[in-house]
């Protein structure tokens, strides 16, 4: 298990300042609950842990057997450091069992689980022997990317925050900058109108639906406006009189309940990639840009098979907000330049914190193995189907990238 902390002299290169909830810096301190003390070899561990950690030491490893009690160890650590927590975790099975573990360890901070949200995946390929194309495919699993949502939602509006997540941590996620900015803030006594509150809504990628009310949808009774957050189980409801928000609730989705009132509440998008409407449109004229540019260079098929993909894809943008194999284009909505990484949820961490490597002997090659894996994937995709260039920069963090954090 590999132990490293992120500082802020490490991070001259980070692409933007990280945006935060008006509340986080009031967000409670890290507290470990536990009915046994550290014994053994395990005090002077974390010991020695938590000193080179303060000396800035940007690499230490914690060895021992299963069962001797490393993540009780690491959860001490966490405790005394009080940073923001990034754990890796090799698989899903393994990733599980930790959020299980440091939710029993900090049950009054913020656990959180990411891992990849696909029932299925096909992702978009082409096989140069065969001359075939693989049109992406996948299914989502709802559950887990209201985990995902929740645990970026707790980064932005909480420190107190520990991260479970596989190898799926360094995949392309949307910009955080605009994951904080889009959203809004409701406050008990604000003059606001009803139809500025949907349009917000509608703007970040939520759902209208008065009948059946689901994580990332909303329905309007009147002056009544009933949220499920894409992060949420249950329903925000906040009540207006005229202009003016009245009463802000949370109300058990289940029972119809109220379990608690609020003074404020912050909105945050339904999806994680989110663009503003005049960025959307500079990306797209940017895209065509570049197609333009490209077709000359390719042959009577390919030249026929990109302008055909891409004119339907930007389309489809501009009339639904999204498309199949958006990820594609992600370098033009980011403002990337070529060759730049893209950002992944170690962007919604602040410059400091602390990043733990569980089973660090089979996680660092799989992180080598997935990255590489990828880009070879879309290397193939590019040249041959899409002769699309930007496909190589919409992938995954590399290593090189990780251990620069």
Known sequence: MKVTSRTPEALSDKKFETIHDAHYWDSPQFKLVSDFEPKGSQPQAIEKLVEGLKKGEQFQTLLGVTGSGKTYTVANVINQVRKPTLVIAHNKTLAAQLYNEFREFFPENRVEYFVSYYDYYQPESYLPAKDQYIEKDAQINPKIEQ????????????????????????????????????????????????????????????????????????????????????????????????????????????TGQRKEDMDYFFVYPARHYVIPEEEQKSAI?????????????????????????????????????????????????????????????????????????????????????????????????????????????????????????
């Open 147 to 254: 985990m995902r949502l929740a645990a970026t939602a707790s980064l932005m509006s909480r420190q107190d925050v520990i991260v479970v997540a596989s190898v799926s941590c360094i995949y392309g996620l949307g910009n955080p900058e605009n994951f904080q900015k889009m959203g809004f803030e409701l406050k008990v006594g604000d003059k606001v109108q009803r139809k500025e509150i949907l349009e917000k809504l509608i703007d970040i990628q939520f759902e209208r639906n008065d009948l059946e009310l689901m994580p990332g949808r909303f329905r309007v009774k009147g002056d009544t406006i009933d949220i499920i957050p894409g992060y949420f189980d249950d329903i925000i409801r906040v009540e207006l009189f005229g202009d003016e928000v009245d009463r802000i609730s949370e109300v058990d989705k289940q």
């Open 285 to 405: 004229q940017s895209i065509l840009e570049e197609l333009e540019e490209r077709l000359p260079e390719l042959g009577l098929l390919e030249s026929h098979r990109l302008k055909q993909r891409t004119l339907y894809d930007m389309e489809m943008i501009q009339e639904t907000g999204s498309c199949k194999g958006i990820e594609n284009y992600s370098r033009h909505f980011d403002h990337r330049q070529p060759g730049e990484q893209p950002f992944c949820l170690l962007d919604y961490f602040p410059d400091d914190f602390l990043l733990v490597i569980d089973e660090s002997h089979q996680t660092i090659p799989q992180l080598h193995g997935m990255y590489n894996g990828d880009r070879s994937r879309k290397k193939s995709l590019s040249i041959t189907v899409s002769d699309y260039p930007a496909l190589l920069t919409t992938g995954r963090l590399s290593l090189t990238s990780l251990k620069s954090t």
